[in-house]
């Protein structure tokens, strides 16, 4: 069992941000727990170095591990961190180097959740899964999961999963929000007819669904959208209009208007949302209380369609 809402952590580590440091990290983290989150998702290639956001979040749940579950991910260029990969990142040799690194990385005996961050064109699907089945038998990871596989791919590797016996993935995870609904179209059937957990991440749109920015005024100084001139150039500015409206007239904000609407859609299970400061986790974790009504999701398909970016 996880919270409806999950720490996405790949600012940890981030220069720049709050959570760059140990400190910051572990004010994060422990706001988090506090406010009912468990899920807490990383990455091996997060973080400056890369791996910097495993270790602070290991650091970060020294004497607190058995409260959170810890999703992680391996299958993205490390630069060498892992060794020489040959460009088969999904192959059993670099499986078990990557998982390695991870498990020291993050001062664990294991990883709940360990998940391909990206398809290894190079690797066929059945090496994949045997050796994640084969971690699974040795008690370095719980379960495995994928990521932004198309649906063909994942029915494809649930087909390849039950074909050879292996353990199948239990998660998928793909960029779903009310202003990107594409995944609609192929993946959550993808996860309904196969039984997988969708964890969606960017929730907020790089932020568009917070409420804090307007069309045609400069974004807050040290914002994430502050300097990004073509991305809020190219937002879709009447429908983030619309959904503020829609927000105040039920006297909520849009931040409980996006998550909540994303924690009530079909086989979601955790919605992975970024944070850098605790007053942002504490809101991103509350804003999962808001259970709209079958008007408010009418409501909510008029403005946002289904299947539209």
């Not at 180097?97 to 294991?110: I, K, P, Q, Y």
């Not at 360990?114 to 038998?137: G, K, M």
């Amino acid at each position: 069992m996880v919270s409806a809402v999950g720490l996405g952590c790949n600012n940890l580590g981030r220069p720049g941000t709050a959570a760059e440091s140990l400190a910051g990290t572990r004010a994060l983290v422990g706001a988090a727990l506090d406010a009912g989150v468990t899920l807490f998702d990383v990455a091996d290639v997060y973080g400056a170095p890369r791996g910097r956001s495993e270790e602070l979040l290991g650091q970060a749940l020294h004497g607190r591990r058995e409260q959170a579950v810890i999703a992680t991910k391996f299958g993205v260029d490390m630069q060498g961190t892992n060794g020489p990969d040959f460009g088969a990142r999904g192959s059993r040799r670099y499986i078990r180097r990557a998982v390695e690194a991870s498990l020291r990385r993050l001062g664990t005996d294991w990883i709940d959740l360990y998940q391909l961050h990206r398809v290894d064109p190079n690797t066929p699907i059945d090496e994949t899964l045997s050796a994640l089945d084969d971690l699974v038998t040795a008690g370095h990871i719980r379960y495995a999961g994928l990521c932004n596989q198309a649906g063909w791919q994942m029915a494809d590797t649930m087909w390849t999963a039950r074909h050879y016996r292996h353990r199948p993935p239990v998660t998928t995870q793909h960029h779903y929000s009310l202003l990107e609904r594409d995944a609609e179209r192929e993946i959550v059937p993808a996860c309904q007819r196969f039984g997988l957990g969708m964890l969606p991440y960017y929730p907020l749109a790089n932020g568009l669904l917070t409420g804090k920015y307007r069309r045609d005024v400069e974004p807050p100084a040290g914002s994430r959208l502050a300097g990004r001139t073509r991305l809020l150039a190219d937002a879709p500015w009447d429908r983030i209009e619309k959904l503020r409206s829609f927000a105040e007239e039920r006297g909520i904000e849009m931040l409980s208007v996006a998550i909540g609407w994303l924690a009530h859609r079909p086989s979601v299970t955790s919605v992975i949302a970024g944070a850098t400061t605790p007053e942002q986790v504490k809101a991103n974790a509350a804003a999962a209380r808001w259970q709209p009504t079958t008007e408010d999701l009418r409501q909510l398909d008029d403005i946002c369609p289904p299947g539209r970016r």
